[in-house]
């Protein structure tokens, strides 16, 4: 760097001491004695070296420096700006305090993403919680009333099975009762069956016993007191 050049800086003359100071080894072959065999490259061909000390200014400067002599240029205008921007830069200390306080935006602004998105996924995950509850609530009410339609259908059949067995019973029952009261008759003399089918009546003391027959195997008693 030229001495007098402000710090992080770096003085610009003219073109060929610009190339000069930035530049060192740059340049291409030279021609051949025997007609045109070499050729002169293409400036994008043609390759760069720098000393330490120009790669370290560049650093400074925040800038790359130019590998081939087609981004010589490009180098130059680059620089030329860097320049121009250090006449209008804040102090130092402004500088870094922006900068601190960019940072510290950028860093406020990713932990708030992070925590929307934090609590975006807590809310998904509450939601698919509430979802898979109302889901095992509704089959285990579905379950439950299967579960009652089965046992009301279980009870209509048992009680319709136990209905039939009482009315086969009564059926049987009335069978054998005529049965045995035709049985009856036809072993009882004509005048007994008439006594027998007849209602007859006798007072002792002060009671009166009324005997009535109401059907082929019942009879009606009556005590009626005087």
Not at 51 to 57: G, K, L, Y
Not at 165 to 191: H, Q, R, V, Y
Not at 202 to 217: A, V
């Amino acid at each position: 760097v030229p001495s007098g050049a402000p710090e992080g800086g770096v003085l610009i003359g003219r073109k060929h001491q610009q190339e000069e100071a930035f530049f060192v080894g740059g340049g291409g072959g030279k021609k051949g004695k025997k007609g045109k065999k070499g050729k002169e490259a293409s400036a994008a061909t043609v390759k760069v070296t720098h000393t330490p000390e120009v790669f370290a200014n560049f650093d400074k400067l925040g800038l790359k420096p130019p590998l081939t002599a087609a981004e010589c240029e490009v180098a130059i205008g680059e620089v030329m700006a860097k320049k121009a921007w250090y006449k209008t830069a804040p102090p130092k200390a402004e500088l870094k305090r922006q900068q601190e306080e960019e940072k510290r935006r950028a860093e406020e602004a990713a932990a708030e993403a992070a925590k929307k998105a934090e609590e975006e996924a807590k809310k998904a995950e509450e939601e698919m919680r509430a979802a898979e509850e109302e889901e095992r609530r509704a089959m285990a009410e579905a379950a439950a009333a299967e579960k009652a339609a089965a046992a009301k259908a279980a009870a209509a059949a048992k009680a319709a099975a136990a209905e039939k067995a009482a009315a086969k019973s009564a059926s049987s029952a009335a069978a054998a009762g005529s049965k045995a009261a035709k049985a009856t008759d036809a072993s009882a003399p004509p005048k007994a069956a008439a006594a027998a089918n007849s209602a007859s009546k006798s007072s002792t003391g002060g009671c009166t016993l009324s005997i009535q027959p109401i059907s082929e195997t019942g009879v009606l008693v009556s005590i009626t007191t005087n």
